[in-house]
């Protein structure tokens, strides 16, 4: 495991070499809740909608584009890479396993945008827009928790699309439909509990709604306690049920890349 951390360690000092992208990142996620707050502001006004009133959506706005940061997802770009340039040949013959490499190396990169994006948009749009406590200290931790499994999910949604650029060789339709289907679905811009009651069924049987919705919802009070429990374990579910499909599906794209020759 020391190796991994260590992947880790050199995927966060690798992007602080690009240290002037941070300050573009901070602005675009600032640009972004601006954008969505002002639409939400011409839409409740100072009223509320199902009992959601506009600072509400102002928290919302900020923890979704925040948690975005954070995403594993374009771990795609990574193997896309790798495919287009042959390296991947060379790097199933390294003494480790390839896609815990590609989960560490992503979670340096996920700390650095943490310490140098999140916590400065964080800090910003907290005194511009000013942001409500977490709906209790049970909501926070569970909060935290169903980050972790966000991220998770995650990875695994994005490993998925780069495991099947195995067989197309490119992975850029995948990318737009999985693109697609997190906007709508993870609720990254209209939470579900806005959805149309046959939409919000849909939304609830995927496992998108972990990587927004479910994060904002659980700190903002809108998942009761006594759904919490429940709630994160079929989170973890979803993460078994990926993380199976993923494994499966590497072990065929390896063999398939031997028989190759690749």
């Given at each position: ?69 954070l995403l594993l997802t374009n771990v795609y770009r990574t193997v896309d890479e790798r495919l287009r340039t042959g390296g991947i040949a060379i790097d199933l013959i390294k003494p ?120 904002a919802a659980i700190y903002m009070g809108r998942i009761p306690a006594e759904n919490i429990v429940s709630t994160i374990g079929i989170g973890f579910i979803w993460i078994v049920i ?21």
């Amino acid at each position: 495991m020391k190796a991994y951390a260590a992947f880790s360690i050199k995927s966060f000092s690798t992007n602080l070499a690009y240290r002037s992208e941070v300050w573009l990142r901070t602005v675009g996620n600032f640009i972004t809740i601006f954008i969505q707050v002002a639409i939400w502001k011409a839409v409740i006004g100072k009223g509320s909608i199902d009992g959601i009133g506009i600072q509400d959506m102002i928290t919302y706005s900020i923890l979704n584009t925040l948690i975005y940061s954070l995403l594993l997802t374009n771990v795609y770009r990574t193997v896309d890479e790798r495919l287009r340039t042959g390296g991947i040949a060379i790097d199933l013959i390294k003494p480790l396993r390839y896609p815990l490499y590609l989960l560490a190396d992503r979670l340096g990169n996920s700390l650095y945008q943490f310490v140098f994006t999140v916590i400065p948009t964080l800090l910003i749009t907290w005194i511009y827009f000013g942001i409500t406590q977490p709906y209790s200290l049970h909501h926070l931790l569970a909060f935290l928790l169903s980050i972790a499994i966000s991220l998770t999910i995650s990875f695994a949604l994005g490993y998925l699309v780069a495991l099947i650029g195995f067989w197309f060789l490119t992975t850029f339709a995948l990318e737009w439909t999985l693109i697609g289907l997190m906007t709508v679905f993870s609720g990254s811009f209209l939470p579900i509990w806005f959805f149309p009651p046959k939409w919000e069924a849909v939304a609830q049987a995927l496992p998108f709604q972990y990587i927004g919705y479910i994060p904002a919802a659980i700190y903002m009070g809108r998942i009761p306690a006594e759904n919490i429990v429940s709630t994160i374990g079929i989170g973890f579910i979803w993460i078994v049920i990926l993380l199976s499909i993923v494994w499966l599906l590497w072990w065929k794209a390896v063999n398939r890349l031997i028989v190759q020759g690749g």
